[in-house]
């Protein structure tokens, strides 16, 4: 993968782009769709019980706990890692872990490695950097295959190629496997199990000679020094048993105090990510067995902006995200304009919040338009199984994008308009002036059409009212407004 | 509280809301010092802004028993936003005020079925009706299926079901102007649904959210009509009879 999403513009502008892709529409409609039911059917047998709000509780407590004393759990978590006989690194942002992971490889003289699915190896742009070293990192996952094999950038958390339906994929196979190894046989159709075994077959060689896997970890045990995989295809536990060193980079908000905690997590986020009672594959390990498995093991526990975040007094609920994608789902916003957008490998409602609490706002556009790339209709709250209020933090993120950019000079024309709005809004007085002009306006304006109701309706708006009346009519402002109504009645005669 | 937007815009929502509680022997008033929620300020980030609309707010309408509203969004933005605007105030008397008034806030259809205790509120509107359930009053409110309830009482309306009710219409605030394609693409797929439904009238509890919706519905020369919940549970026999002659 060489591409990243360096360069993606302000989101209202990407945005753009993708929606005017019907293709990319339809697959995203179908599979959040699918996906969406799928979640609704296994949650629904928990709730009927009561059983999933306990599970949610519980699931936010414990992350809320350990956040709290994150250095404690953090420094429990090494001493166990290293007592298991794991080596483990701390790294402070991208640049730091990657040089960690390259120098790894070359140590063994390693020229390629195999990875299972991570998010925060994908966030610290590992396979560019490695690529940059004379290292190839191969992706396993086969959507992330998908994703490496077209040169494409990742457009969803859980399943990073869903912008793409199976005869695309089918294209991609047909013309890049080759290049990267084992070539799709000829007549490959777009039946999904002939395209899972042509993936299977192209991977199998890679797994068979791979000297060195990369992982990320889904949890890290503090009291066991045990990482935690879960996963659906089995590649992952390909990528953990077979090559002699294993790397697993963890973002520092991983870390479980406790065996016991699993418990809440491996029952929330298979039915929250791929909507099943429990995932096929969950893999545990703990440091180096002798004998059996990786014989050197590494962890890069990482920060890069994750205790920036933890700072954020609303913000900091973000860290309790276990990726699983739901709020991606059901998010109307996503469901229209997809991942890429989002210009992150955190896309959706969580990517809106995770990236600037991370990476911090007032000096990149990109990263401001996100807390705005939302209607707030609060779904994806409504589906988090850990209870991360979204809405209330992208509210929070918004005021924090104002209050850095006051005064700056791109947001002159909404802070003048938000200023008037407070001046009138101030005093009832001040507001009855204002619709009284809005009233004379509506009866020069909405003359030309009256809609099914029979009121007059205006179809184009001048200056900022353009970007509403490009597609909507509104209506004409009334001759007279409520206020107006009940000054000269009183309220009678209604 | 009949809200800005229909204040400004949709007068006949608050008339509406007015003739209804009045119909239901409540003792109704309008404070003419309200203005806002101060919820445009809030969900675009100027919280600084919001300060003086929520200080207005509480002066207007301390001391009632009920704040009702014929809105789930301004209702969810009073119980649940003011007391953000006010700590940010630093101000311990606005910080009180909020505490004593916000809480007294009700969406209309709450009010009617939790406060009154009403479902068949007497009214009359023979027409083919979907209903869309706006996403403050679902997931803010969590006002569930009491507009349904409110709407199946009515004489003469047949309620037809929308697909995919509960997703977002796209309308979200000033995201309507500063996400203006994503807000349309979404609106866009409402407006479908509502067409295939054949129902001659949207019905909603959120004026904002109608006049997106309806915005696209008269573009696209849809022939269908949004009417605000309040003013489907106002009409009455006698009332339509007027309309008539």
């Known amino acids: 993968m060489s591409r990243t999403f360096l360069g993606t513009p302000a989101f209202p502008e990407a945005a753009r782009a993708a929606l005017a892709d019907p293709q990319l529409r339809r697959n995203l409609a179908h599979a959040t769709g699918t996906i969406r039911g799928k979640r609704a059917a296994v949650v629904a047998e928990l709730e009927e019980t009561g059983e999933w709000e306990q599970l949610r509780l519980a699931g936010a407590a414990i992350k809320d706990q350990t956040l709290h004393h994150l250095d404690e759990h953090l420094v429990r978590l090494e001493e166990s890692l290293v007592a298991a006989g794991a080596v483990v690194h701390w790294a402070r942002d991208a640049e730091e872990a990657c040089a960690v ?16 699915k991570s998010m925060a190896t994908a966030e610290i742009g590992l396979n560019e950097a490695l690529a940059a070293e004379g290292i190839a990192a191969w992706e396993t996952d086969l959507a992330e295959l998908i994703v490496q094999l077209g040169d494409d950038l990742p457009s969803h958390i859980l399943v990073p190629a869903i912008h793409r339906n199976r005869a695309e994929i089918r294209e991609i196979f047909l013309r890049e496997m080759a290049g990267a190894g084992r070539p799709a046989p000829d007549d490959l159709t777009d039946e999904p199990a002939r395209l899972a075994e042509a993936a299977r077959l192209h991977l199998r060689e890679k797994f068979l000679r791979a000297g060195m896997a990369v992982s990320g970890a889904n949890f890290a045990v503090a009291e066991t020094g045990t ?36 418990d809440a997590f491996l029952q929330l986020l298979p039915r929250s990510s791929t909507g099943e009672r429990m995932n096929p ?28 975040a933890l700072a954020d007094e609303v913000g900091r609920q973000a860290l309790r995200c276990i990726r699983c994608s739901a709020c991606l789902n059901v998010c109307p916003v996503y469901e229209r304009t997809g991942g890429h957008a989002y210009g992150s490998v955190y896309p959706g409602p969580i990517g809106a919040i995770l990236t600037p609490l991370m990476r911090g706002v007032g000096t990149d556009e990109q990263v401001d338009s996100l807390p705005y790339a939302s209607s707030l209709c ?34 002159v024309g909404e802070s003048a308009a938000m200023k008037g709005a407070a001046w009138a809004f101030g005093s009832a ?6 619709e009284r002009l809005a009233g004379l306006a509506g009866k020069f304006l909405g003359r030309r059409r009256v809609d099914p109701g029979g009121r007059g309706v205006v179809s184009r708006l001048l200056g900022p009212g353009g970007a509403w009346s490009e597609a909507r009519d509104l209506p004409a402002p009334p001759r007279e ?14 | 509280m009949v809200t800005c937007v229909n204040d400004a815009m949709f007068p006949d929502v608050g008339k509406a809301t007015l003739t209804l509680l009045r119909r239901l022997g409540v003792d109704v008033e309008f404070p003419t010092a309200q203005t806002c929620c101060a919820q445009p300020m809030v969900n675009t980030g100027y919280l600084d802004e919001a300060v003086p609309v929520v200080r207005t707010f509480v002066d207007a309408f301390e001391g009632y ?42 969406e209309l259809s709450e009010f009617l079925v939790d406060v009154l205790g009403v479902e068949d509120v007497g009214a009359h509107y023979p027409h083919r009706v979907t209903y869309h359930p706006t996403c403050h009053s679902l997931r803010m409110l969590g006002v569930g299926d009491r507009p349904t309830r409110l709407l199946r009482a009515v004489k003469g309306l047949d309620l037809v079901e929308l697909p995919a009710a509960e997703q977002c219409c796209g309308f979200g605030g000033t995201f309507a102007v500063k996400n203006a394609d994503t807000s349309v693409a979404m609106g866009s797929d409402k407006a479908r649904h509502v067409r295939e439904t054949g129902a001659d009238v949207l019905v909603a509890g959120d004026s ?22 309040a003013e489907v549970l106002a009409s009455t026999e006698a009332s339509a009879r007027e309309v008539a002659s």
């Open chain 1, 227 to 262: 990482l935690v995989v879960v996963e659906s295809e089995g590649n992952g536990r390909m990528c953990l048993t077979l090559p002699e060193v294993l790397v697993s980079v963890v973002g520092i908000e991983k870390v479980v105090p406790t065996w016991a905690d699993l």
């Open chain 1, 481 to 494: 407004s409520f206020r107006a109504w009940w000054r000269r009645t009183n309220g009678a005669d209604t």
């Open chain 1, 429 to 434: 007085s001040r507001l009855a002036g204002a």
């Open chain 2, 208 to 229: 904002s959210c109608l006049m997106h919706v309806g915005g696209l519905l008269s573009r696209q020369r849809a022939g269908v009509r949004v009417v605000h919940l």
């Open chain 1, 101 to 116: 992971v390259a120098s790894i490889a070359h140590r063994h003289g390693l020229d390629e490695v195999v990875k299972i």
């Open chain 1, 281 to 308: 594959y969950t893999s545990t390990w703990t440091g180096v067995t002798p004998g059996d498995g990786p014989q050197e093991v590494h962890v890069v526990l990482l920060d890069n902006g994750r205790t920036r």
């Open chain 1, 378 to 411: 609060g779904a994806c709250y409504e589906v988090c199984p850990v209870l991360i209020d979204i809405p209330s933090v992208l509210v929070d993120q918004r005021a924090q994008v104002v209050d850095a950019r006051r005064g700056h000079v791109s947001h």
């Open chain 2, 65 to 106: 028993d009920h704040v009702v509203t014929p809105s789930g969004s301004c209702a969810g933005s009073c119980r649940h936003q003011h007391s953000i605007v006010a700590r940010r105030s630093g101000d311990a008397g606005l910080q009180r005020a909020v505490a004593e008034v916000s809480p007294r806030v009700s």
